[in-house]
Structure formats: structure tokens, C-alpha cells
């Protein structure tokens, strides 16, 4: 079974800054995708920017980019000039890939970040 | 539609009581998937359909719990002799034919009292 591991309940950051949240997971697949998810005080579920695992480079999209290690099963999302916006719970997610379909995400605990004026 | 859409956005019902809770997937998104959010917790996989047929229901906690989805379209989380436990919000999340991005809709919170 695969799990993921957010250890860092909450964290807080002023705005403008720069600020890292970490995520470990646990597979012995090869095939997979990872995701970061964010959810705002509305609770929807926004998509930050995936990766896929047989892709040696890190993705980035606009402010925030994500450093994965493969071997060391470590995938987490920097922050870059951090706005009022961004303040929210941010949920690392796991999902294995199928050939043809796409499969179930499984979610660490969330973490959430406060960016302070 | 524009998105993924779930009603009630909220229901409260008293324990005992069975539930029924929607999901409209986007147009043309052939998967499926539930998934249940307790307070200041991840979500978590309940079940995924693939057109009507469910492909995966092994993160239903127990046999209280059913979904459907007849037309392939249209899905419906049934809840029979709902317990406090039950409490929590309810995801449904879709995606197109083997696309890797699942875009959830607004969820249902459910409190059982």
C-alpha cells in the first residue's frame, strides 16, 4: 500500500517570501504521479502542479515549484514570493499509474500555511 | 458544465436515517471517483467508476455504504443508518478517459446528529 507523509501540521510565512513544504511517500512501484493540492478557506480542491515520476525534472508552474527526489521518496513544493493568497491547507498527494485510466489519489494529512501581511 | 457539481452542499440528518448524495461529473469525463474529507484530514478514496462499471470500491468502510452510476453519467453515494461517524465532507472528483488530473467538485458536508 502506498502512503503519504506531510510532518509539518502548519507553518507560517510573511508575504513576499519564500517558504518550502515537505512531503515523503512510500511505494514500491515505479509508475507513479505525485500532486500538490491546495484548499482554501472555500474548501475546494485546486490542483497546484503535478509530476510524474520517470521525469528527472522538477515542474514548475508560475510561483511554485516542486524539488522530487525519487530515491529519496521526497517531493516537496517551493513557494516563491509568497501572496495573501496562498494562505490555505496544502495536501500532498500520491496516485499509481495504470496503463489506460487513471487510479485513486491518496492524500497526506495536509498542512497548512498561513501567509501573514 | 463548467465543473463537477454535488448537491445537497450540506445536509444534516439524523442518525438512523439513510443519505443520498449527487455528483455531475464535466461533460465527457468517463471517470468517477468518491472520496470522504473528516475534519483537518486529507481526503479519502471510497470508490471510482469507469463509465457504469465500479472499478474500485475497496475504501468503502462497510456495507452501509453503495454508490451508482447507471448511465455512466450521474453518480450516487448512498449512505443506509447513518451513524455520527459518517460525518464529514463528501468529494467527487472526475477525470476524462485516461487523463492523469482529477477535478473535484465543491463537496457535500454531511452531519449526522
Known amino acids: 500500500a502506498q502512503t503519504v507523509t506531510q510532518s509539518q501540521p502548519e507553518m507560517s510565512v510573511q508575504e513576499a517570501e519564500t517558504v518550502t513544504l515537505s512531503c515523503t511517500y512510500d511505494?514500491?512501484?515505479?509508475?507513479?504521479?505525485l500532486f500538490w493540492y491546495k484548499q482554501p478557506p472555500s474548501r475546494q480542491m485546486i490542483l497546484v502542479i503535478r509530476q510524474e515520476a520517470y521525469k528527472q525534472q522538477n515542474a514548475t508552474e508560475n510561483r511554485f515549484s516542486v524539488n522530487f527526489q525519487k530515491a529519496a521518496k521526497s517531493f516537496s513544493l517551493k513557494i516563491s514570493d509568497s501572496q495573501l493568497g496562498d494562505t490555505a491547507m496544502y495536501f500532498c498527494?500520491?496516485?499509481?499509474?495504470?496503463?489506460?485510466?487513471?487510479?485513486?489519489?491518496?492524500f497526506g494529512k495536509g498542512m497548512k500555511l498561513t501567509v501573514n501581511p | 458544465g463548467a465543473g463537477v457539481s454535488q448537491s445537497p452542499r450540506y445536509k444534516v440528518t439524523k442518525r438512523g436515517q439513510d443519505v443520498a448524495l449527487r455528483c455531475d461529473p464535466i461533460?465527457?469525463?468517463?471517470?468517477l471517483y468518491w472520496y470522504r474529507q473528516a475534519l483537518g484530514q486529507g481526503p479519502e478514496f471510497l470508490t471510482y467508476?469507469?463509465?457504469?462499471?465500479?472499478?474500485?470500491k475497496s475504501g468503502l468502510p462497510n456495507d452501509r455504504f453503495s454508490a451508482e452510476r447507471p448511465e455512466g453519467s450521474i453518480s450516487t453515494l448512498t449512505i443506509q443508518r447513518t451513524e455520527q461517524r459518517d460525518s464529514a465532507m463528501y468529494r467527487c472528483?472526475?477525470?476524462?478517459?485516461?487523463?492523469?488530473?482529477?477535478?473535484f467538485g465543491p463537496g457535500t458536508r454531511l452531519t449526522v446528529t
Open positions: 498527494a500520491f496516485m499509481l499509474r495504470y496503463q489506460g485510466g487513471s487510479e485513486k489519489l491518496v
Open positions: 467508476f469507469n463509465y457504469e462499471a465500479q472499478q474500485d
Open positions: 461533460s465527457g469525463h468517463v471517470s
Open positions: 472528483a472526475s477525470s476524462l478517459a485516461g487523463g492523469v488530473e482529477q477535478y
Open positions: 511505494t514500491s512501484e515505479n509508475n507513479y504521479y
